[in-house]
Structure formats: structure tokens, C-alpha cells
């Protein structure tokens, strides 16, 4: 079986090291789904993908980009800092989102930023948050849907207190579920 890894890629600006922690967590939760992480080349910010009248990011545009240049297997995490929408729901911003079953997923630390609520800058506490959506956004990617589990990582946060509520990790029942997804792909 070919090695599969999440690819983890900056979108503008994302310190380094941010990645490099991030991918520690990921392959803490992921492995033996998937071989391991790693830091890819960054990827400029698309074209158009800026909404002037909303002062936000247009996440579908993002997400087709990051699709177009992903090759095999492996899964990317695209890791960014500016305010996301999607055109497609009615939703004032999202935190990221994610191919169901897919490979590619994004998530975003503007708004998981305490900064952004006009608090005092807390980096542990916005890491915290990213590894909690970043984790939620990837286990989309392998199957998972919304977990009706207020402390499962597979919760779906509304805010920021959503987000602080759950756990970093994914409940009894979608590790199982998730594992099935993983069996099938062995299978094939
Ligand atoms: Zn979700
Ligand atoms: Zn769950």
C-alpha cells in the first residue's frame, strides 16, 4: 500500500513552527490511519478569492485551488489566517471546511484567535482551538459527520465556546466509525 500522509500547507501567512506543532497533534490522533505528517510548500492566496463587500475569504475558491494541485492519496490540511465564508450556506463565517471522504480540508486561526474578540493574545489558547478544528475538519475527510457528542472533537462549533468546550479528541463511537472508514480503504 502506498504511504499515505496529511500534507499540511500555509496559505499566506502561518508561522512555520505553528505547522511543525500541528503536525505533531495530527499524526498523534491519526497514525496508524494514516504513515505520518508533513510540512508542504506553502500556496499562495487565489485570485478572487477575497470578497471586497464582506472583507472575507471565500473558502470554496480556496479549497478548489488546494484541490487542483493535490496529487495521490495523501490528504491536505491547509492551514490559513484570514476570515473565511462559504457562498454556499448562510453562515456569517466559518472556521474551515472540509471534502466529506475527501483529501483536502482547511482550517483557519483568524477567528479561534482570542485577539479577534478583542482579548488579549493567548497563543496557547488559539493553538488549542486550531488543533480541536484542525482535527474536526480532517476526521470530515475520512468519513466522519457531526457528533452529537458535546465533548467529541467531531462536535460542531458554532463559536469559540463551542470550541473551547469539546476536547481535542474524537469520541469511542467515530473512532470506530473512522476505522471502518480506514478498513475499507485496505481492503481495495
Ligand atoms: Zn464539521
Ligand atoms: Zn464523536
Redesign the pocket.
Known sequence: MVPMIVELIAVGDVKREILDKLRQKIEWTFVPLIDGGAVGQPMEMPAGALNQDRKQYNADIILAKVLERTTGDNKVLTVLDVDLYTPVQNLNFIFGQAQLRGRVAMVSMRRLDPRFYNKGGDGELLFNRLVKEAIHELGHTFGLIH?P?AG????FSNSVSDVDEKTAT??K??RTKIQTTATIRIVR
Not at 152 to 155: A, Q
Open positions: 457528533c457528542n467529541c472533537v467531531m462536535s474524537l469520541c463511537l467515530c
